[in-house]
């Protein structure tokens, strides 16, 4: 879908991306890094909208320095900052942008019709845009970069702004936009723990170079940090301290909390899972110890994590 | 109430996603369907009753004293109308500076103002389909507005059976004075729009532009020729769009002067007027190519 060869963006002051190498294959892959570590940069390389320095790019299989108008016919982008005019409705706006793709109009009030009601926008469709939620905003740019049926979107940052709920609402539909619409996806964000559930593939860049790329499995198999709490009983007045000892004992990495002076924090666990053994090590430890589980959650990584090869425990950021 | 319709309203019907496999009209089409949106919009088409408001009471100002000199002419059986052809996008300049300033902030600066401009360019149009589509609607817009009334007249004078060969020739020069007006007026009024995301702000901009330039210039212009320096009459209609216009009907398209004194500029002097307002209808197709190399994602 997408390849990229030592391709390389300098500004006179900053490099954006330095001889960035990179295979995308079909399906969701998340593209990670901080804030200003070259993202945005290179979906605008990827839309052929900016000349790239040195090395050379294609997306589906056509040159961005010299196919970008054939590309971005084929390809959909949903912006990460606000695109939308107020004053217009949903369905007025989406169908314009059909339009500005080459459909038809009568195609591109079908395809409206349908796009809309796929990412989850009904009777609102009709009302101006400026009355809506962010959750509907954010779905509306969504579907003005599906309307057109592209082979691939790029999506950045699609979850900024939104809440818990919504965040997941977005993320479940990104990941059908794959599944049920056959679009493959590259979607941005800066925190990795949102792409583990969503992509296939994840990469990871900063300061404009690849730090790594993998499937999510991997991610998740070296990466996943649990956060577990238990119970005090007579027989251990400091469960929390007798779980930490017993899971010592068997060979299980702990890590320092760092949520100190958040209440409770002295009985929170931060263990290495290393695979579904580490939770039923958990569950038979803390059953042998006859302690009550309060929780054993999975904690979301830190983009910063990913930048260390081996975490040093201490500091983990664990957020 | 209990109709057997009301649960077949409530059935949902989950058509799976359909890939879509009809044509892409491509680049041409989305530059052809960029200038009639914004063609219409200058209008108010397609957008909320409210902004039809201005441009069609606008649009009717234009016309209606142009229906009134008709219908005086026909009623009084005039050999010729009481204004020239050329003349009544002159007089009538307030309105179409109104129609212009609201109205080409509404076209460019919306687009700024809420980052639209970044999903243009994320589609197959390149910076300079965009620049030409709104600049040709701008125009048109204009064209549309100024042209109208011009119809208006020659229609009336037809009917009042006025001279035939005068009238059309008349007609046509009349027709290519408010082409160029509109094609100059739009470009400014781009420009300054699209200088700023803010719509206000362009309205502002617009009218000052216009109105500061005019008001300047007739001034010094009269205080010349009460002087009787008629050349420095002549050389200040440069410095404002619509005495540009009205020196270049002057020597070309057989227009009396609005000047003071009526000391328009002779065909040398013409040729300056023309080459000044060709070159500010490139320099604004220029300078808004410039403005978008910017605004682009």
């Known amino acids: ?319 | 109430m209990s109709t057997p319709n009301s649960t077949a309203q409530t059935q949902i019907h989950n058509i799976g996603y359909r890939k879509y496999d009809g044509q892409r009209l491509g680049r041409a089409y989305a530059r052809r369907s960029l200038y009639s949106q914004s063609l219409r919009g200058a209008y108010g088409l397609g957008r909320s009753a409210k902004s039809k408001v201005t441009p069609m009471i606008l649009f009717a100002v234009m016309c209606v004293p142009a229906a009134i000199i008709v219908a005086v002419a026909v009623a009084t059986n005039a050999t010729k109308l009481p204004i020239e052809y050329t003349r009544y996008a002159i007089v009538t300049q307030a309105i179409i500076g109104l129609y212009l300033a609201a109205q080409a902030p509404q076209s460019v600066s919306r687009d700024l103002r809420f980052k639209t401009v970044p999903l243009y360019f994320s589609r197959p149009i390149e910076r300079v389909d965009y620049v030409v589509a709104k600049f040709a609607a701008m125009a048109t817009a204009l064209f549309i507005l100024t042209g109208a009334p011009v119809i208006v007249l020659y229609v009336g004078s037809l009917l009042a059976k006025m001279d035939f060969t005068t009238q059309t020739k008349g007609f046509a020069q009349g027709m290519v004075s408010v082409l160029l007006l509109s094609l100059l007026f739009a470009g400014i009024g781009l420009v300054m729009a699209a200088l700023t995301p803010r719509r206000g702000f362009g309205v502002a901009a617009v009218i000052a532009v216009l109105t500061i330039s005019f008001g300047a210039v007739s001034t010094v212009q009269a205080i010349a020729d009460a002087q009787g320096s008629t050349g420095a009459v002549e050389w200040l209609g440069l410095f404002s769009p619509i005495t540009l216009i009205d020196g270049v009907q002057t020597a070309f398209l057989g227009a009396g002067s609005s000047f003071p004194g009526a000391h328009g500029p002779g065909a040398g002097l013409g040729l300056v007027y023309l080459l000044v307002v060709l070159a500010l209808i490139a320099g604004s197709y220029g300078a808004l190519m410039r403005r978008y190399r910017k605004a682009g994602l």
Do not use: W
Request: overall charge negative; charged content about 25%.
């Open chain 1, 1 to 319: 879908m997408i390849a990229t060869e030592s391709l390389s963006k300098r500004f006179p002051r900053v490099t954006a991306l330095d001889r960035l190498s990179m295979d995308i294959g079909p399906g969701v892959t998340g593209l990670v890094g901080a804030n200003g570590a070259g993202k945005s940069t290179l979906i605008k390389i990827l839309l052929g909208l900016s000349p790239a320095s040195e090395g050379r790019a294609e997306v589906l299989g056509l040159d961005v320095a010299t196919k970008g108008g054939e590309i971005r016919e084929r390809v959909g982008y949903m912006p990460e900052h606000d695109c939308l005019p107020p004053d217009v409705s949903a369905t007025e706006f989406v169908v314009h942008m059909a339009r500005m793709s080459g459909l038809p109009p009568a195609a591109a009030r079908e395809r409206t019709a349908d796009t809309l009601r796929h990412v989850g926008l009904y009777e609102e469709r009709y009302r101006p845009i400026g009355g809506y939620s962010t959750g509907m905003k954010q779905r509306v740019k969504l579907a003005q970069a599906l309307v057109h049926d592209p082979d691939l979107v790029f999506l950045d940052e699609p979850t900024n702004g939104l809440d818990p709920v919504g965040r997941d609402e977005m993320l479940g539909l990104i990941r059908r936009v794959h599944t049920d619409f056959g679009i493959s996806v590259l979607v941005t964000s800066h925190l990795l723990g949102e792409l583990e559930r969503t992509c296939d593939h994840v990469v990871v860049i900063d300061g404009g170079k690849l730090l790594r790329s993998s499937s999510t499995s991997d991610f998740t198999q070296t990466m996943a940090t649990l956060a577990v709490e238990v119970t005090d009983t007579d027989a251990h007045p400091d469960g929390t301290r007798a779980v930490r000892e017993a899971l010592a004992a068997r060979g299980v990495t702990l890590q320092a909390t760092t949520e100190e002076g958040l209440p409770g924090a002295g009985h929170i666990l931060l263990l290495e899972a290393t695979g579904e053994e580490t939770y039923d090590l958990v569950r038979d430890t803390v059953a042998e110890l006859g302690l009550g589980l309060v929780r054993m959650e999975q904690r979301r990584h830190h983009i910063s994590e990913v930048f260390k090869d081996e975490p040093a425990p201490e500091e983990v950021t664990a957020r």
